[in-house]
């Protein structure tokens, strides 16, 4: 056990949880691409609709963990110590998501320093979603629509846009996708790409997007931020410690696996909002209570 580890909660300190861990973050990459792999397999190997829906679903999870904990690390220089990896090392997690690493921070950046604002790229989405809306059903937003496809038209005119009018968002995707597309084309498996990787960029990864995000500020009652703990949140939803959100907006150079371990360490739970599960997020979700610093719609 390390000597931070052992230590008491009463002498921690925030600069105990900075250490970045290079060959522990590389392994998390390494991980979530070799299930997505799995998952490829098992859907080719079985030939079964079921397979291959959960299948998607799953490679959707795995999708979340590249933008939303390693993607979303390396704009935080959370994941390797020399600097330059986590920003020139995105082919690995953002662009096969057709994002950038210059993209991302720019927005997540405005995310922590204009949180409840207009500006605010998670009350942006909020709104697109239609969760300021008046005589919203929530049943609808939370268990059926995230199934139709939703978001999908948002997420296509996106990357339209940015290949159209910004010439390094264009070079950027060019530089991984047309190797890509080639080696597909050479080998005969455009169709796998289509139905392993496109489908669930358009089905699965925007409902757990939508799912994560929401759970993370919408409504929340105490501070500004919620921790959503529960089967579903730790392994697919906000997996790899993302569900431990109140930790990293008071300090957002801790890395991914240290989360937990800070929030036990520097944070009580009268600080943040938290939800036990799915269903407990669902009702919070639904709650009667206004959104903090609601913007006006």
Not at 37 to 58: D, K, M, N, R, T
Not at 182 to 211: G, H, M, R, V
Request: a neutral charge; charged letters at 20%.
């Amino acid at each position: 056990m390390s000597a931070t580890a052992a230590m008491p909660a009463v002498h921690a300190r925030p600069r105990d949880f900075l250490d970045r861990n290079g060959p522990l973050s590389f392994g998390l990459i390494l991980f979530n691409w070799a299930v997505v792999a799995v998952c490829i397999l098992a859907g080719e190997f079985f030939q079964h609709p079921l397979v291959y829906i959960l299948s998607v679903w799953l490679i959707g999870t795995r999708m979340v963990a590249l933008a939303e904990v390693i993607g979303h690390d390396s704009v935080h220089y959370n994941l390797f110590q020399r600097r330059g990896l986590n920003r020139w090392l995105d082919f690995m997690w953002f662009l096969p998501l057709f994002e950038t690493w210059e993209g991302y921070r720019e927005a997540h950046q405005r995310h922590h320093n204009e949180l409840f604002t207009e500006n605010d790229p998670a009350v942006q989405d909020y709104k697109r979603w239609g969760l300021f809306e008046p005589g919203r059903n929530y049943f609808w937003l939370w268990f059926i629509r995230p199934f139709l496809f939703f978001d999908t038209p948002y997420l296509v005119k996106s990357v339209v846009h940015g290949l159209f009018t910004d010439r390094l968002y264009a070079l950027r995707m060019a530089s991984l996708w047309v190797p890509v597309l080639i080696i597909c084309a050479l080998t005969n498996t455009l169709d796998i790409l289509f139905y392993y990787w496109i489908i669930p960029y358009l089905w699965s990864y925007p409902a757990l997007i939508f799912w994560s995000e929401t759970g993370e500020h919408y409504k929340t009652t105490t501070g500004q931020t919620r921790n959503t703990l529960g089967f579903l949140e730790r392994f697919f939803i906000s997996p790899h410690n993302d569900r431990y959100h109140a930790i990293h907006h008071r300090y957002a150079s801790i890395p991914w696996f240290n989360l937990k371990r800070a929030t036990d360490a520097l944070m009580e739970p009268v600080e943040y909002t938290r939800s036990s599960g799915f269903l407990d997020l669902y009702r919070q979700f639904k709650a009667d209570v206004p959104f903090l610093n609601r913007p006006s719609t």
